[in-house]
């Protein structure tokens, strides 16, 4: 039911209509009524904040809402050729991730495109939390216990002990560290079978 402000506008509105010739039907009321409560400046301003539209720290669901209130007041996308091209601008309005991730699917149905993103974000936003509990083999050493590619110190301390040298160190580190000293190690090699030394 219109209120009486309303119910007074449109009043004066129709008899204008009738005045001047105006065809009775919908557009035309439309047309009228937004020329009163929605003016060209407000329309234009709405327009503007469409076309700036991002995701920014909103969930897809909160930017796909903000996204439908404001599509109506930008016309281009309105209607079935509108459909591609609201798509595309939904996509581009994306957090990078989500859109690197949905945007070579090439989706132009609206409600398909939103309802993939809205999934693929949460179950994004959920990863986190999911792999809290699960810290592999990094967290165990923080813990006390040796990692499973690793030499325990009580090894590397006797072996060094014994053999006198340096003790041993795993992983990439040692792998480095041996590529650094392979040409030392060849060098006293060549020299001990110089000396007649057993190598």
């Not at 990692?147 to 110190?153: A, D, H, L, R, V």
Request: contains cysteine; aromatic residues 14%.
């Amino acid at each position: 039911m219109l209120t009486a402000t309303a119910h007074f506008w449109w009043g004066g509105a129709l008899q204008r209509m009738i005045d001047e010739g105006v065809r009775l039907n919908w557009d035309n009321f439309k047309r009228t009524f937004l020329e009163k409560y929605f003016p060209d400046d407000v329309r234009s301003q709405k327009e503007v904040e469409f076309l700036e539209l991002k995701q920014g720290n909103d969930i897809v669901v909160e930017y796909a809402a903000k996204f439908d209130v404001l599509v109506h007041y930008y016309t281009h996308y309105h209607g079935e050729g509108g459909e591609r091209a609201k798509c595309i601008k939904f996509v581009n309005g994306l957090h990078l991730e989500v859109k690197t991730t949905i945007n070579y699917q090439e989706i132009y149905h609206y409600l398909t495109l939103v309802n993939k993103c809205r999934i693929y974000d949460r179950d994004n936003r959920a990863r986190p939390a999911f792999y809290k509990g699960t810290r592999g083999p990094m967290h165990a050493a923080s813990y006390g216990r040796s990692k499973p590619y690793s030499t325990s110190t009580k090894f590397q301390g006797s072996r060094s002990a014994a053999s006198g040298s340096k003790p041993y160190v795993g992983g990439l580190l040692g792998v480095a560290q041996g590529v650094l000293e392979a040409p030392f190690l060849l060098s006293r090699i060549d020299a001990r079978s110089v000396d007649g030394e057993p190598h």
